[in-house]
């Protein structure tokens, strides 16, 4: 029974953490017209803040060798260059199709964990993958012309970098790196590569701007801290197929406060990646 009890706190964990990550997106969108290095910058500032209480509330972090600086390099490079293209993608795409393009990052990852982590990947699985990217391609319509393709195309590469960002935080989990040190390095990472830019570059905003993305560095940390729980309470196999349900969260949260309406096309991208999310979903548990 307690596995059980376990398993449906994993649940609504996952589906607490996808509501989260929905609502920054949002806040991102309401921040209005600031460049989206900007906006990564106060994201991911709140998140550093939080995590730097964790840390000095925990057990100090062990001594890392050389090549966990290396993964955590490239987890807080590939982690920031996929918060960039998913915020230019926020605010020039409907919230639902820059979500779906960003939820390819699972489907990378298997990609990434082959060339990287030198993983086997079953044949089906690479099938998955690209189905999905069949998927994306109906949520982007390349026709190669339109102010919605570079978007599309950054939102679609945000995903990879995203993937690419999480198969380094599994291989630092295999190092027994904690969560929280990789959070505030990623975060502290993302604040120090971008500020050159807002030294030179940053626009001014109102107070109400500011509220916008402090509320989206809440809401990120919110979804941060509930997607690393939910791991705690039951494994991946089990309850990652629930992140999905942002697109329901995004859908909604753009139709009501932006009048959005995805077209059938992006409908269509988002029925073939959720079905290929959930075939994933039932392999690793079969596997399992």
Known sequence: MSTVSKKNKGILLMICSAFCFALMSAFVRLSGDLPSIQKSFFRNLVAALFAAILLLRGEKPKKLD????????????????????????????????????NKMSPFFAILCSFFLLKEKVPFKKILLVLGAFVGALFVIKPSFA????????????G??????????????????????????FFSAFSCLSVLPYLLFHFVPMTGKQLL???????????????????????????????????????SALGFFLFGQIPDGWSFLGYGIILFMAVLMFLMNRKEK
Do not use: E
């Not at 590939?78 to 820059?98: E, P, R, S």
């Not at 978007?151 to 679609?156: K, R, T, V, Y």
């Not at 995903?159 to 959070?183: D, E, N, S, W």
């Open 66 to 101: 050389k090549s966990a600086w290396s993964f955590l390099f490239l987890r807080s490079f590939f982690g920031t260059v996929g918060i960039l293209c998913n915020f230019y993608a926020v605010d020039h795409l409907l919230l639902a199709d820059a979500s779906i393009l």
């Open 146 to 157: 339109g102010k919605d393709m570079l978007p599309a195309f950054l939102g679609l590469f």
């Open 212 to 250: 916008f993305l402090l509320l989206a560095g809440l809401a990120a940390s919110g979804g941060q801290f509930s997607i690393t729980g939910a791991y705690i309470y039951a494994p991946a196999r089990d309850i990652s197929v629930y992140d999905y349900s942002q697109i329901l969260f995004s």
């Open 159 to 184: 995903g990879f970098a995203a993937g690419l960002a999480y198969t380094c935080v599994r291989k630092l989990g295999t190092m027994g790196i904690k969560g929280p040190f990789i959070v505030f």
